[in-house]
């Protein structure tokens, strides 16, 4: 049992028929439909050739797309024969999800083999427009379609879809409420390696906090700062910008009308705030890039520019690089700039290089950020790359998640009926 969550250590799968929940959502091309990265699904496989190995009869339950990224919204068919490819051996497919053809199907099932439903998302009940709107309990979760279905055809659910553990649902909750209930390997890590970070990290511990998500960053500082969790924060991205315009500094229109569009400005006293509480934790850059026919960099004393910041400058850079050295815990969400451009991809480029060789342990998480450290060929160097972002950051803010509750209820539930 691993942080009260029961685990594949504690159960015989020999012969038996588990429901195994993973999160390989992944990037498509929207002119061919292809998978364009496969990070998640290569994350999966260790569980998966552990259960067929144990000789699980093992059906496989996950999600791509969502309403908010509807074209995404598609068949796991390629998925199927992505798995098959880095498996090396068949991995079945069904156009169902809990109708009678998967049912048939299941019960079908020989020793070992392995057999991936359809896109749960095809359901109702599995998307974020009815989780957040309609809220059903973890009871009600247990009497939808889906779980009353397949849960009877089960012995055990193993759930390895930690990305996906602040969502409610019937695949990753109601699941779980009437079956014995597991974490996979890869669940298992990730909570080791969060809680590692949150809880009982080595000093100094450095955030550094870049992107977009404007909300997520803002979310985890108050949480860790409050707590002295991080001992510095380095901002970046829109957070840098948010930062400074909280300090004072005109930016520029091009600047200030992206952070207007995207309705940002209502952080800007967020960030007052946690500067006047924390000022010596959280570090502003002194230096951006634009592009002006190529990367130009442009100090405070140059702003407010009139053109679009998109990096972090040398002098920021070099700053930032000289605390990851001596940082004994790194946790990275966000890159520094919009790194796809070359003229803004520096920045992001030598602090995930410094990272990668840095003597601390460093875990970096969000889907931008893992796309980043992939394509500078960083990722090896990081001590844990989380596949995780909602399910990360809330976690980090100090929220327990929902999986993770009802995978410890489930292990109060199940522990009589452990393996000797």
């Not at 799968?13 to 290569?42: C, M, Q, W, Y």
């Not at 400074?244 to 995207?262: H, Q, R, V």
Request: hydrophobic share 45%; charged share 20%.
């Amino acid at each position: 049992m691993e942080a009260g969550i029961l685990t594949l250590d504690d159960f015989d799968f020999d012969a038996k028929t588990v429901i195994l929940r993973l999160d390989i959502n992944s990037p498509v091309n929207s002119l061919t439909g292809e998978l364009v990265n496969d990070t998640r699904i290569r994350k999966s496989l260790p569980t998966i050739r552990e259960l067929s190995a144990a000789g699980a009869k093992t059906i496989m339950l996950a999600h791509q797309g969502d309403t908010e990224d509807y074209h995404n919204l598609i068949s796991l068919e390629p998925h199927a024969q992505r798995l098959s490819a880095l498996l090396q051996r068949p991995v079945d497919f069904i156009d169902d999800i809990a109708g009678p053809a998967a049912i048939q199907r299941i019960k079908e099932l020989h020793k070992s083999e392995l057999l991936l439903l359809n896109n749960v998302r095809h359901f109702a009940e599995e998307v974020s427009t009815f989780i957040n709107f309609v809220q059903l309990t973890p009871q009600q979760l247990a009497h939808t379609r889906l779980v009353k279905n397949l849960a009877p055809l089960a012995d055990y659910y193993v759930c390895e879809a930690f990305s996906a553990a602040h969502r409610s649902s019937p695949s990753l909750i109601g699941l779980a409420e009437v079956l014995p209930a597991v974490g996979g390997r890869l669940f298992i890590e990730e909570l080791s390696a969060l809680t590692r970070v949150r809880e009982s990290p080595d000093h100094p511990c450095v955030f550094v906090l870049g992107g977009a998500r404007i909300a997520d960053a803002f979310s985890m500082m108050e949480e860790v700062l409050g707590k002295a969790t991080a001992d510095k924060i380095l901002t970046s991205g829109l957070n840098g910008e948010v930062m400074l315009l909280a300090k004072g500094y005109s930016l520029g229109n091009p600047s200030e009308s992206l952070l207007e569009s995207k309705g940002l400005m209502p952080f800007v006293q967020k960030a007052r705030d946690l500067i006047d509480r924390y000022p010596d934790s959280i570090m502003c850059p002194t230096d951006f890039a634009v592009d002006d026919d190529g990367r130009r960099e442009v100090s405070l004393d140059d702003l407010p520019a009139d053109r679009l910041l998109i990096d972090i400058g040398a002098s920021t850079i070099s700053r930032y690089i000289g605390i990851i050295q001596k940082a004994a815990t790194i946790f990275v969400n966000g890159p520094a700039g919009m790194y796809e451009q070359p003229a803004a991809a520096l920045g992001t480029q030598r602090l995930w290089s410094a990272i990668a060789a840095a003597p601390g342990y460093s875990v970096i998480g969000g889907g931008d950020s893992v796309a980043a450290a992939t394509r500078f060929r960083t990722l090896e160097g990081m001590g844990h790359v989380c596949t995780a972002g909602g399910g990360m950051v809330r976690f980090l803010s100090g929220q327990e998640l929902p999986v993770v509750r009802a995978l410890r209820r489930a292990a109060l539930r199940h522990r009589g009926s452990l393996r000797e």
